[in-house]
Structures are given as C-alpha cells and as structure tokens.
C-alpha cells in the first residue's frame, strides 16, 4: 500500500523539480540576453549616430569640395570631389543596408533625401548637367545647390534621429527596466513557488508519514483493543461469576457476562430489554432487602456487598454474592454502576454445613465431657448405694412378716433401687461402658415393650393417648445389647406420651433403608444399610432452642425429680452411639419424629424362629454378576447368592460389566440402577443388549422406582429390589427370573419389591 502511495508522489516530485528546472532556465536565459541587450543597445545606437555624424562630416566636405570645385575648377578638385561624393555614395549604401533599428533611425528617409542628391552629384561631376561640362561654373553652381539642400536636410535628420534615438533609448530602457523587473518577479516568485511547492510536498510527506505513523499506532491500537476484548471475553467467558454493568441515566443493564444465563438460567437479551427481569429473579423474600439496598448504596456513591436467593425458572434457589462499584464522570456524578455477581450457593452450604458440624462436635465433645463426669460421679454412687441396697435386702431376711420396722425398710430397699437404676443411667452416659451386644429385632424389642410392665404403667396414667405400631415384617437385624435398646425404646415412648396433652396419637414404626448417599441432619448419616426405629408423636413440639440441648444430662423442662430426671434422651444420644448409630430429630409446633439408625447385621437371631427351609430357592450353579458401584454391597449380595447355590462375580463399574460379559457371558445380572462416575444401570444395560439380546437382569437401589428404572424394565429387565437385601426375597427374584422364558416382553409392567 505504502509502495503504490509513494509512485505518484515520485512522479509529481519529478514533474515540479523538471518544471521548476525549465522555468529558472529561461528565466536567468532571458534575463542573461534582456541584459545584454541592454548593455548593447545604447552602444549600437551610438555606433549608429556616429556613423550619422561621419556622413555629415564627408557631406560636409563633399560641400567644401564642391565650393573649392567651384572657385577653382581645376581637374584636381574634381577628381578630390569625385572621390568624397563617391565615398558619401558607398557610405549612404551601407547605412541603407545594414541599419537595422528603423524605429531609432529613418535610415529609409535618410538615404532618400541624400542619397539621389548625391547620385546626380555623382553624375553631374562625371557627365555634366544641362550641356554644362563637369568642370563649369554652372554644374558646380547646381551641384553645389543641391548638396547644400541634401546636407541641410540631412543635418536636420540626424538631429532629429538624436533627439528620436535618445527618446526611443529611454522608452527602451524604461521597458527593458519594467521587463527585467517582471522577469525578477516572476523569478521571486517562481522561487516562492518553488518553496511553497517544496514546503507542501515536505509537508506533505510528513502529514503522510505521520498518517502512516498514526494508522500504523491506530492499527497497533485496534490490534490491542481486539487483543484487549479477546482477553476479557475469554475471561469474563471462562469465568463463573458474572460481570454486569448498569447505565444510571437509561436505567438499563448494558452489558451482562455470559455466566448470567448459567447461574441464573435467564436470557441474557430479556435482561438487556427488560431490567424489571433482575428484580423479578430474587427471591420474594429477599426483593425488597435487596432492591432497597441498591438503592442506597447508589445514593451514597460507594461500594458495597449484598447477598440475596435467586429463584431459577426451574424453581431451584441459588444463593448470591452481589458486589456493586460506582464509576462517576468528571463532575463526580454516578453515571453507571458494576459489579460482580458470584453463585456462592455452595459455598452458603459448605458454611451452613460447617456450622452445623461445628455445632454436633461440640455437641459431642460436650456429651463426652459430661459422660465422664457421669461416669466418675456413678463410681462414687455405687460405692455409696452399696450399703444402702444390700444391707436392707439381708435385714429384709431375718425380719418377721409382722415386724413394725418391714415397711420403711421395704421403702428404704426400693428407694436404693430406684437411686441404683438412675446410677445404671449414669453409667449408660458414660462412654466406654462394657455392654454385651447380639443379633436382635427391632420389631421384637418393640413386641416386648408394648407387652412390659412398665407400658402398662404408662398407659394407666395416660389413658387419652394412643399408640400404634408399623413394623416392616421384613426388617433386617441389627447387633446390639438387648437391655439397653429396651431402654432407649421406653425413654423414647414415655416422653413421647407425656409431650401430649388431652387426646393424641404415637407411632412406632420400623423399616428397613439403604443410604447411597450420606443423609445430613441432626446428625451425619453415613452410606450403608440401616434398620430404622421411628417414633412421632402428635404434641406441641420441641422449640428450637431446646433442640440442640435435650441430649444433655440433666437437661429437661419437665419438673425434675417428679416427671423425670433429665437422663432419659441422654441415656438414647449415648446408646445410639455405642452401637454405632445415628438420630435424627424433626420437630414442629404439632409434630415431632426422632429416627434412630442401626447398622444392619446378617446374622441370624440364635432363639428366632428357624427361617423358611432354603431347598427351595436354591440355584444350580447358574452364573450371576452383581453390578455394584459400593464394593461391600457387592461383596454381600456375592456371599447371599453363593449361599444360594449360584455362581456369583461382582464388578464396580458400568464399562467392567461390559467387559466382563463380552469375555464371560452370564445367566443373570443384579444391576444397580445410580453409579457414580461412569455409566448408570440403565445405560449398562442398553450397552449389554448389544452384546446379549437377551440378557436377564434384576433391577436392585437403594431408592424407589425412578424413570430409569421403569425404562430399564422396558428394555428387557426383570423385577425391581429395594435395599437392603433379605436371603429370601433376593432367592425368589432370582429363581423366578431365571426360570422365565428368554424372550421378554417390551411392554412388561415392573414388578416393585
């Protein structure tokens, strides 16, 4: 480009130096020869006059001659008169002939009036005139005449070409002098020109190279800036918060960083034609708090932080960081405002959970603290109440029936008992008591109690209050110390009959549950597989801020020493704990639930009911592989089929499965429907039926029927088990399904177990 510039620019250069060159050249030319000119024009006029000047002269002569001629015609003076009238003649020829300038001098009149006067000189000196001889006094009276008149004449002439040649000299001079002033001008100014040319080329040159210098910076610049943008794109496209900026006058968003529509789920384009959307976004609770506080931080020109919920089209809450800084113009007038908007949703949650950890650790250290203070204050009881019970149990047995001191010793042994059992309790808080723990059902535990003693002394005092049972007949065991479970069970039910007042209902249920995920409430529930012992009550609730304390010894709003002594939710916390278990608590002004969970066991109760004889459900070494992203649920299901009579493998992963039946085909496969990373049980099996048109497989999760599942069904799967599984119910499902047709209907309705 810079090359096809320059070529016009060279060839412009060259037309004005080649222009400039021609017209100096004829400038100094002329002015050279207008000069010479002048330096030769007076010189030739003054050439001219003499030459005037010597012919008046040899007139003058011619004159004298002709008068000596006369006095004295002898031949002598004729001849003397011949030769300067011939000499006149030759001399007036040449000024005929070679004077140029007529304008100065008339040489034309001149050699008219002199030039025939001096011809018939000539010819009358020769030949005679009239019949007059040369030398007769009349021929030289006549020629004497005649040039007198010419000589006359030709005086006059030369004056006048005097006068004539000095006027025209001036006027030349006047005209050469204006001439050459014109011709010095037009030099000037040609120089000028030149300058000006010159200075306009130059300047020229360096607008050009400074509009080259300046696109040159502005193409450096707009590379920049495109550079710039690419950058804070990539970022602002890159980044999970979200960048906006607010103009005040239009009141309007004016730019909103793509990671608007990802964490609030709207178009950005309604944002830019509708800044109402923003507000509309914030969740009903919160609008008013944050619009409010925009508004004053806009006010007050400063930065500011705000946190408030979204509510997405979909319905989910997202909590947000809102980050707001005024830019002001130069007269210190707010005119837009950013800012920066994060989703800390997870970080609200990681904080919550946090705190919420926070509180159960100190909850529990504050339990283990008062356990041990429990436990030393239980070791110094004992050793007191030692004396206390045993020594009226022996008075007791040497007393007559009739004796007046049976009575208040009776009391006194009664009263050491009830001190001992409250000791028990003591001792129950304090962790790391020894206790004896066995394979046993919640569901009998629960039997016993309602049929104990000490139920029927509940029930007697609160007769308006009903309890129901919803025990899971096919609840798994657990291991644990009979005693106290018998114990957490009555504390639990006691307190859950004296929370009514007047006419009320309480639930005891148990169920089986399997976790694939930990479950978070009052306390952290791991993942595994849980017999759960629940039991609600329709009272008036727990407040909120007895929730969190009514764990703790001592710790009761009923009247101590009459309705209890405050041990009994501590004695539950602190057994649930021995065994390994988790509660959970909800409450409200008209309900509350506590959820206690035991690890399950697979042993068998030693003095339970011998089970349903196994012949029956037993395979014949058909191969089945369990499909199980939890290792020790594989390895379970693996021994209850083994002890089945089946052949079984496990594999963690939907792509080992794949693998595993590409290179061993097998009769029946146990799917686990949600496994993490990787493929789900439901692409699993897709992914099989390529292999295995006809594949069999059973459905077993830890969650209820899913979409998944009914579409895992419709592809060709068998029945559907819940977690945990029981020996019996994992037999049947397996005998019936092998025992099916390998055909399979698409439309089969999915059997939930």
Same mark, same amino acid.
């Given at each position: ?62 004159v004298t001659a002709v008068k000596m001629a ?48 001096? &011809?018939?000189? @000539? !010819? *009358? ?6 019949? $007059?001889?040369?030398?007769? #006094?009349?021929?030289?009276? %006549?020629?004497?005449?005649r040039i007198t008149r010419a000589f006359e ?105 793509? &990671?608007?529509? @990802? !964490? *609030? ?6 944002? $830019?034609?509708?800044?109402? #959307?923003?507000?509309?976004? %914030? ?74 950890s926070q509180e159960k650790t100190a909850r ?57 059992? %409250? ?331």
């Amino acid at each position: 480009m810079a090359t096809i510039r320059q070529k016009p620019r060279v060839l412009l250069w060259t037309a004005m130096i080649v222009i400039i060159i021609a017209v100096l050249t004829t400038i100094l030319l002329t002015n050279l020869t207008l000069r010479t000119i002048e330096e030769n024009l007076p010189n030739k006029l003054i050439s001219e006059l003499f030459d005037l000047d010597l012919i008046l002269e040899d007139l003058s002569e011619v004159v004298t001659a002709v008068k000596m001629a006369g006095l004295r015609p002898t031949e002598d003076n004729l001849t003397l008169t011949r030769e300067k009238v011939e000499s006149v003649y030759q001399r007036i020829a040449e000024i005929r002939d070679s004077y140029v300038f007529d304008n100065l001098i008339n040489a034309s009149t001149f050699h008219a009036a002199v030039a025939p006067a001096i &011809a018939d000189l @000539k !010819i *009358w000196l020769t030949e005679g005139v009239s019949g $007059y001889g040369p030398q007769s #006094e009349e021929v030289t009276g %006549i020629a004497l005449d005649r040039i007198t008149r010419a000589f006359e004449k030709a005086r006059a002439l030369n004056l006048d070409s005097q006068t004539t040649a000095q006027r025209m000299l001036d006027s030349q001079r006047r005209r050469l002098g204006q001439f050459l002033f014109n011709v010095n001008l037009l030099f000037i100014l040609t120089i000028l020109l030149t300058f000006c040319m010159v200075y306009m080329l130059v300047r020229q040159g360096v607008l050009e190279r400074r509009e080259v210098a300046a696109k040159i910076d502005r193409n450096r610049f707009e590379t920049s800036l495109r550079e710039s943008e690419a950058r804070f794109r990539e970022v602002v496209h890159n980044i999970s918060e979200v960048i906006w900026l607010f103009d005040v006058g239009k009141q309007k968003v004016i730019y909103v960083s793509p &990671a608007y529509e @990802k !964490i *609030w789920g709207r178009s950005i384009e309604r944002l $830019y034609s509708r800044y109402a #959307e923003w507000s509309e976004s %914030i969740h009903p609770e919160d609008r008013q708090q944050a619009q409010r506080t925009f508004e004053q931080d806009l006010a007050r020109g400063k930065a500011s932080v705000r946190e408030y919920r979204i509510v997405r089209p979909s319905g989910t809450v997202r909590w947000i960081s809102d980050r707001s800084f005024p830019i002001v113009n130069a007269e210190g007038k707010i005119i837009r405002i950013t800012g920066i908007a994060e989703d800390v949703t997870e970080r609200r949650a990681a904080e919550e959970s946090l705190r919420a950890s926070q509180e159960k650790t100190a909850r529990s250290r504050k339990m283990e603290s008062l356990g041990l203070l429990a436990g030393g204050v239980a070791h110094d009881l004992n050793n007191i109440l030692s004396g206390i019970v045993s020594y009226p149990e022996l008075i007791l047995l040497d007393l007559p029936e009739n004796s007046p001191l049976k009575k208040p010793i009776e009391t006194i042994y009664a009263s050491g008992q009830r001190a001992a059992a %409250i000791v028990q309790d003591l001792l129950t808080i304090a962790r790391g008591v020894a206790i004896t723990r066995e394979p046993l059902n919640l569901n009998d535990l629960v039997r016993e109690y309602l049929n104990s003693p000490e139920y029927e002394n509940l029930h007697q005092f609160h007769t308006t209050v009903s309890v129901d049972t919803a025990l899971d007949h096919e609840l798994l065991n657990i291991s644990g110390s009979r005693v106290h479970l018998k114990k957490v069970l009555m504390n639990l039910v006691s307190n859950a009959v004296e929370a009514i007042q007047g006419h009320g209902n309480v639930r005891v249920s148990t169920r089986n549950r399997y976790l694939d995920q930990p479950l978070q409430g009052y306390d952290d529930i791991k993942i595994g597989e849980y017999a759960v012992l629940s039991i609600s009550d329709d009272g008036s609730g727990i407040a909120p801020d007895d929730l969190s304390r009514i764990f703790e010894p001592f710790y009761t709003r009923k009247v101590m020493g009459r309705s209890g002594t405050g041990l009994g939710l501590a004695v539950v916390w602190n057994v649930l704990q021995d065994h390994e278990g988790y509660i959970n608590v909800t409450s409200d002004a008209n309900h509350t639930l506590f959820d206690l969970y035991f690890p399950i066991t697979r042993e068998s109760i030693a003095d339970a009911a011998a089970p349903r004889p196994l012949e029956a459900l037993q395979g014949k070494g058909e191969t089945v592989l369990v499909v199980d992203d939890m290792a020790t649920q594989g390895e379970i299901a693996c021994r209850m089929l083994t002890k089945l009579g089946y052949q079984a493998d496990s594999v963690s992963s939907g792509e080992a499965a794949i693998a595993h039946v590409q290179a061993h085909p097998v009769d029946l496969m146990l799917l686990d429907m949600i496994m993490e990373p990787g493929l789900s049980g439901r692409e699993t099996y897709a992914q099989i039926l390529k292999i295995n048109p006809q594949q069999k497989a059973i459905i077993v999760s830890g969650f209820a029927e899913t979409e998944d599942v009914t579409e895992t069904q419709r592809m060709g799967a068998g029945q559907y088990l819940r977690k945990p599984l029981t020996l019996e119910r994992l037999g049947i499902a397996v005998k019936d399904e092998l025992s099916k047709k390998t055909a399979q209907t698409a439309d089969r309705p999915p059997r939930i177990e």
